[in-house]
Structures are given as structure tokens and as C-alpha cells.
């Protein structure tokens, strides 16, 4: 009989922390996963550390609203999270587009803010969000430019660039506390 584990990640299913967590999945077929989606970062987080032996899946370009990192989860988290497998899988294309409304509003999630900023300038209003879906849907509201996943798009949008990314994703065990 298979191991059971839990893996908790970003959700939605349109996430492609999702979609990385069904490619590990598939590589470690020995064990039986129960993914948990959470709305943020913050939550996966929250949620792994209180479940000792649970699973976190987190991409190293991760960037909390607060300027937070990967690597400073990775040092922070050092005596707490034990680093069990590294894998690679790209993102699904990223993509900045823009609409018809002149906000000046560019709804992104922290991770690509540079890239925005190297397409933008700062002569714009950068609103960050917990995901890039979370973006895409503040974008629809009232935004002028998004970066996002291009599986986010409806299919009238005007697709500024597009960009094809690499990604290095971690996964953690958590730890009982010392």
C-alpha cells in the first residue's frame, strides 16, 4: 500500500504551482498525494507549518507581497524545513497585456514586478497580488496592464509581450519545532 502525504501549494487549478504539483506527483508515483490549494502564499505557509510532516511546493522566483523570498523561506525556515526534492518545469507562458482602460494600473504578482518594470518603466502604478490569476482578475476590474499566464487569458486580449520561463521548483517536509 502507498504512503499517503499532504502538498500544500498555491490554487487554484489555473496556478502553475498546480500544475507543478501534478508533475511531481506523476514522478513520485510511490506515494499517494493529497494536494491542498490555498488563496496565498502566506496561507500555504501557515497551513504546512502547522501540520509537521505535511509537504510544501514552492517555485524559488517566489516573492511575498512583502518583499519576502524564496531563499529568505529557505534560511528562515532552515531548522524547521527539511529541503526533500528539487525539481524543473517551465511556467506557462507569461504574458504582459493591456487594455482599452488608461488607469495607469499594472496588476501583477510580486515575482514579475521587475519585469514589468523593464517593459513599463515606473511612471505606472504597480498593484501586486497573491497570484497571478489574482492579478488577471484585478486586471479585469479595472487595470490597464497585467502580467500573467497566458492560460488566464480570454481570447480578445492584446497581448503586449510574451515571455517563456523556466522554473525551479522546491519541496519542503516540515519538521516538528525544537
Known sequence: MKNS????TLGPATTDCYRAALVY????????????????FAVVLQAAN????DYLLLPTA????????WGDLHYRYLNRWRLVDVFT????????????????????????????????GDEVQFRLASS?????????????????????LLEHEQIVKRWNVDMVWTVYQVQEEN
Not at 502525504?5 to 500544500?8: A, F, W
Open 5 to 8: 502525504r499532504m502538498l500544500h
Open 25 to 40: 506527483e506523476k514522478q513520485r508515483s510511490d506515494v499517494t498525494w493529497q494536494l491542498q490549494l490555498h488563496s496565498k
Open 50 to 53: 502547522q501540520r509537521p510532516g
Open 62 to 69: 517566489l516573492k511575498l507581497p512583502d518583499g519576502t523570498s
Open 89 to 120: 518545469y517551465p511556467l506557462d507562458p507569461l504574458v504582459l497585456v493591456q487594455s482599452s482602460q488608461q488607469t495607469n494600473i499594472v496588476d501583477l504578482h510580486p515575482a514579475t514586478l521587475e519585469l514589468a518594470r523593464e517593459q513599463l
Open 132 to 152: 497571478k490569476w489574482a492579478a488577471y482578475q484585478a486586471y479585469r476590474r479595472d487595470g490597464e496592464y497585467c502580467i500573467t499566464n497566458q492560460a488566464n
